[in-house]
């Protein structure tokens, strides 16, 4: 068969890889200029390593991609370097990534409340069951099981800050998914999250892959005729990997019902800012700042990826990720640079009283409209199929992952599953 993948993400790569093994002629559109989608990087001429666009890591439980990477004979190249993050509280900043830690941690007292956390803890970790937990928001949850105190101490900070307006609307299971599948060791890429997307791209094109990038879809039309920048092209399967809100915008034709199912599913964007420094930013050598925007934060996370990897990758250059969820049609998406960085620069100094400005060496803004799906109650129901009602045409995106929270690792699995799918009918 002929076969067109929309999006050159992980999904659409892991998809294109399996549908090639299996003796189909694939065409890959991307839109942008390169492949990897949220999870690709960028490079300064004096850099050996590339930076993410949207700081990224793997998690040691991540079986779907590191077991893609493994198969592709790259394992070696897979790194897990000892990084540390912190949490806030009342001006301080205090490691929280092992059990030890987080009975020191004075956010949550000294009596009951630490019992209660390490408790719930415990049960997310085991638990599989995680159905029943769809039917009542995070918020109901946490402030029966844990606590209010626990709750407004550890997570009602971090769902505030990730959904915003909908932050009370996020459903529990989302969170089983988070604890229940991530582990504190972090990993990376030799070379950085674009050299594995270039070398899978390399192999795939070996493979026989033919790869348009900077040729965004524009239509697709009921018979499966592609149409993009490059023009039309007949298919017999056409697999789109994109945002819900993009597939309905590419096929009109999909019925109505779906197209409101499609429009009907929430998510969050994302933004960030990218600084290299001359000095490293955190004086204690952290990594991963969990912050309370409530407290008058401009951002959410601060993470200094040169406390995670050797600035010597990056020429001596100190990396720093700022970054931010924000509801899609937010201002910030359509502000200059520079009234982003003057915002975000204020909040820099609060990490290190000494920053200096004049530390900063150059720049980099990545701003998109779909980052964070939003799981309400009963998600489960509003997920729609990797096939859609146009026979041919399958979706595999972010949004369907679930209960798993986005990442590539899912990505990976959900595009195997889609090809599994479409060799299977
Ligand atoms: C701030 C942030 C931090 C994250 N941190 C992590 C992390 O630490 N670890 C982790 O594993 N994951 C992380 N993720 C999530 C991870 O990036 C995504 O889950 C994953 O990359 C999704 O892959 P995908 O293939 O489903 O979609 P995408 O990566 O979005 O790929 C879709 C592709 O489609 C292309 N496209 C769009 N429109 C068109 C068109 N019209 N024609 C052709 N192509 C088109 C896009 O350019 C894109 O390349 C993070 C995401 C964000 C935003």
């Not at 779907?64 to 198969?71: A, C, K, S």
């Not at 459903?171 to 089983?176: I, K, L, V």
């Not at 951002?299 to 931010?324: M, Q």
């Not at 990505?411 to 799918?421: Q, S």
């Amino acid at each position: 068969m002929k076969i067109a993948v929309i999006g050159a993400g992980y999904a659409g790569m892991a998809a294109a890889y399996d549908l090639i093994r299996a003796g189909h002629e694939v065409v890959l559109y991307e839109a942008g200029e390169k492949t990897g989608g949220l999870a690709q990087g960028f490079k300064e001429a004096h850099w050996d390593w590339s930076v993410e666009a949207y700081y990224h890591h793997w998690f040691a439980s991540d079986e779907y991609v590191l077991g893609l990477i493994e198969e592709l004979g790259l394992a070696d190249k897979v790194r897990f370097p000892r990084p540390y993050t912190v949490l806030y509280h009342k001006g301080e900043w205090y490691p929280f990534d092992s059990i030890f830690q987080a009975l020191k941690f004075p956010g949550l007292g000294w009596g009951i409340d630490k019992i209660r956390f390490g408790l719930v803890g415990l049960y997310l970790r085991l638990t599989e069951n995680w159905r029943p937990l769809e039917k009542t928001t995070v918020d109901a949850w946490m402030r029966k099981w844990a606590g209010d105190r626990v709750y407004e101490a550890m997570w009602e900070p971090m769902l505030k800050g990730k959904f915003g307006p909908h932050y009370q609307d996020v459903n529990m299971a989302w969170m089983w998914a988070r604890i229940h599948a991530r582990t504190s060791r972090l990993g990376t890429y030799e070379g950085g999250f674009q050299a594995f997307a270039d070398q899978f791209a390399d192999t795939l094109k070996d493979m026989g892959l033919v790869l348009h990038l900077s040729t965004p879809v524009s239509h697709i039309s009921q018979d499966l005729t592609v149409q993009s920048t490059r023009g039309e092209e007949a298919f017999e399967r056409v697999l789109v990997t994109t945002s819900p809100q993009l597939l309905s915008r590419l096929v009109p034709e999909l019925p109505d019902q779906y197209h409101q199912g499609l429009r009907g599913l929430k998510s969050m964007g994302a933004m960030v800012l990218t600084l290299s420094l001359e000095r490293q930013l955190s004086p204690q050598g952290y990594y991963w700042y969990n912050i309370p925007k409530e407290k008058g934060f401009p951002f959410l996370a601060v993470v200094e990826h040169t406390n995670f990897l050797s600035p010597d990758y990056f020429g001596g250059d100190h990396i720093v990720y700022c970054g931010d969820y924000l509801v899609p049609d937010h201002e910030y998406f359509d502000l200059p640079k520079e009234e982003i960085l003057s915002i975000y620069l204020q909040g820099l100094a609060r990490i290190n009283p000494d920053f200096d400005a004049n530390w900063v060496k150059n720049t980099w803004l990545y701003r998109t409209r779909y980052a964070q799906p939003v799981p309400e109650l009963n998600h489960s129901q509003n997920i729609p199929d990797l096939r859609t009602p146009l026979p041919g045409l399958y979706f595999a995106s972010m949004s369907q992952v679930y209960p798993w929270d986005r990442g590539t690792n899912f990505a990976v699995e959900i595009g195997r599953r889609a090809a599994d799918l479409i060799l299977s009918d």
